[in-house]
């Protein structure tokens, strides 16, 4: 992957150098999931680290836990400053994906600007570029305010963002605007993808197979129903949404017509488009003589950039410092709508590749440009008419 060009003058700080050096720091910090991972690590260790720094840093910290995990914390560390001052939430996510199959997942190598890793990507090349960011604005000054909200548990169920949104009126948090720094090759994110898994049971009636008139075989609904699903998929997807059939369970032992099947069914959504109604959109598709029954087990909403408002403006200003414009439309879901019901949320950060793989790699340049490049820009907002407005 190439790095857009950088328009960031160096400054005598070095921001960049400090964000590689935090990267280190961070990568070699064990925070697999343990929801994807059991007996993993989770996030405490990088939690106390990141703590004690930004508390050194003149942050006010609170570490918050996910309802009855006190192992599955998340920090948000407040930037001092007037209490007036517009707030721009700097997110990112400190939990990573399992390391099966990596020699030395948590020492940083690095090759030209490439750093390899387990999350160095994905995305603690982000949080290191947002957190000598945010700690470089208060130090200058800057107009803004800026809260660093890093949380646990991305890669699974959302736990840390969800808990941290539902305690930020106490911690009297009120953001203008929420830039989450997921890897995006330094693109701003138009939209996103949202999904829904839904799981599709089907009921027949079980009897010999020697005389399979005596039973309905429910097996046989299913395979007629996934033949509907391929069908419907070719017109899903030139809508630029997807459908399609990932597991399938039936049947118990030979000689018998299963009287029972079911399918799991995953349905990707376009801005537009709800995920919560998947079970109803799928049941379009059964027979009036199957007996089956749709049931949305899990589901999260797309997302798109504001076309105006403090997001978009934000979105704009960051791209002219980087060079690259709002022009990535995501496949996967990320948890910009979860920020986009608190405030405008986008979506922006440095990237590499290797993702979930066992060679994940961050570009350096990336990450130090969009280091250098939130500082420029957040710098360079000002206080609108309302103090929950940038402009």
Known sequence: MTTPPSRISPRPSDLGTRAVELLAQLVGIDSVNPSLVAGAAGETEIVAFLQTRLMASGFATHVVHAPGRTDRPSLVAI????????????????????????DAPFTPQIDGDRLFARGAADMKGGVAALVVAAEELVRVSSPIRPVLVLVADEEDASLGSEAVIAVLPELGIHPSVCLIAEPTDLTLARSLRGFAVVKVAFAGRASHSSQPDNGINAVTHLGEFMARVAERAVEVRAT???LMITVVRGGEAPYMIPDSAECLVEVRTVPGQVAAQAAAEIETLFESRWDARAEVLECREAWQLDAAGSAADLARRLGAQLGTGSTFDAPYWMEAPLWQAVCPTLICGPSGGGLHAVDEWVDLGQVRNFAHALVAVCEDLHVGASPNLLT
Request: proline share 7%; no cysteine; hydrophobic share 50%.
């Open 240 to 242: 630029g949404a997807d």
């Open 79 to 102: 930037a001092p400053g007037a209490a007036d001052a517009p707030v721009v939430v700097f997110n990112g996510h400190l939990d990573t994906v399992g390391v099966k199959g990596m």
